[in-house]
């Protein structure tokens, strides 16, 4: 049962790996079937070499397994909450890439300076606030989830699919599991482009009309880019 769902899944985690956004088992993805009720994501700890679509763990939006005989990921009650709230969002991706990290453990926003980043996030890639010592100690993956919600109140997640958890690392979101995996790729490569962009001109600033050009070609009402 779940086999389209878990192959998405299984597939989409091994896109990490081709992407180089992960090492060892430094990453999950899940996807939902919003129609069903459930989502398949990695089990946790299992290397990418080893693991197979059928490893894939079902569970319900309360965290129940309903099919697998592995335990789900660590950060599965994140992502739980993620598919609460966001009710458009068919997949999400946990990395500890690089530079999206670096900004997540300095704790800042990668702004939006460049018409590469534009063309997928319409405005600077948020960053939580820190978490405190209660959310830490308490329902800790829950909670993590909750300070991204937080960090939503006034962003639209289809808009802007990716998020830096502070002192953490970054989450991204997408329709299904594939392209979560794809905004996930674009959030690293942004972060690297601003991190070395402000490292030549650190008081560099973005064209706001140019910004606004490139993401509403691809995603506003009038879209004219690709076929």
Same mark, same amino acid.
């Given at each position: 049962m779940w086999k389209e769902l878990k192959e998405e899944v299984f597939q989409a985690n091994l896109d990490l790996v081709k992407h180089g956004l992960v090492i060892f088992t430094w990453g999950n993805v899940? +996807? *939902?079937? /919003?129609? +069903? =009720?459930?989502? +398949?994501?990695?089990?946790? @700890?299992?290397?990418y070499e080893a693991m197979r679509p059928d490893d894939m763990v079902v569970l319900?939006?309360? @965290?129940?397994?309903?099919? @697998? /005989?592995?335990?789900? $990921?660590?950060? !599965? +009650? !994140?992502?739980?909450?993620? %598919?609460? $709230?966001?009710?458009?969002? =068919?997949?999400?991706?946990? !990395?500890?890439?690089? %530079?999206?990290t670096a900004w997540a453990q300095a704790g800042k926003d990668v702004p939006n300076i460049g018409t590469t980043h534009a063309d997928y996030f319409k405005d600077a890639i948020p960053c939580t606030r820190p978490m405190t010592q209660a959310e830490v100690e308490g329902q800790y993956e829950q909670e993590t989830g909750?300070? *991204?919600v937080e960090r939503f109140a006034e962003i639209n997640p289809l808009h802007t699919p990716g998020v830096l958890v502070s002192g953490h690392g970054p989450f991204a979101f997408g329709a299904d599991a594939h392209s979560a995996v794809h905004n996930a790729v674009v959030l690293e490569q942004v972060a690297k482009m601003a991190a070395i962009s402000l490292a030549i001109n650190p008081h560099l600033q973005m064209n706001d009309l140019?910004?606004?050009?490139?993401f509403e070609r691809k995603h506003g009402k009038n879209a004219y880019y690709g076929q």
């Open positions: 899940s +996807a *939902i079937d /919003r129609k +069903a =009720g459930f989502v +398949a994501i990695k089990p946790s @700890g299992v290397s319900d939006v309360e @965290g129940h397994v309903v099919e @697998g /005989r592995l335990k789900p $990921s660590s950060d !599965t +009650a !994140t992502h739980l909450v993620l %598919y609460k $709230s966001f009710p458009d969002v =068919g997949g999400v991706v946990h !990395t500890h890439s690089t %530079y999206a909750n300070v *991204i140019l910004i606004k050009k490139h």
